[in-house]
C-alpha cells in the first residue's frame, strides 16, 4: 500500500476513538437511570463502570490496529509480528463481543 493509504486510514483511526471515546464522556449523562444524579454518583453507578471496562478491548484493538498500519508502511505486512497482531486484534474482538 501507499504510504498515503495507510496514513489515511491512521487519521480514520484515530477520529472513530477520539468520537468514542467523547461518547463515553457524554453518554452517562444522558443515560436513563442516571438522568437526574449529581457526576460523583454518574460514574459509580455499576452499568457505568461496567461499559467503561467493556470499552477497554476496543480501545485495544485499535491500538493493534494502528500497530498492523505500522508494520504495512515498514513493509512487513507478512512478518511474525503482523501475525501476532492479527491475533491480538481478533482476542480483543472476541473479548468485546463476550462482555457486550
Known amino acids: 500500500m501507499k504510504k498515503g493509504s495507510t496514513l489515511f486510514l491512521k487519521v480514520v483511526l484515530v477520529l472513530i476513538a477520539i468520537s468514542v471515546l467523547a461518547g463515553l464522556a457524554w453518554f452517562p449523562q444522558t443515560e436513563g ?6 457526576l460523583l454518583s454518574i460514574y459509580t453507578d455499576p452499568f457505568i463502570i461496567y461499559m467503561y471496562i467493556a470499552s477497554l478491548p476496543f480501545f485495544v484493538g485499535v491500538y493493534q490496529a494502528f500497530k498492523l498500519l505500522n ?23 472476541l473479548v468485546l463481543i463476550g462482555l457486550l
Open 33 to 38: 437511570r442516571a438522568a437526574h444524579l449529581d
Open 71 to 93: 508494520f504495512i508502511d515498514a513493509n512487513r505486512a507478512f512478518s511474525q509480528g503482523a501475525v501476532n497482531t492479527l491475533r491480538n486484534m481478533k482476542f480483543a474482538s
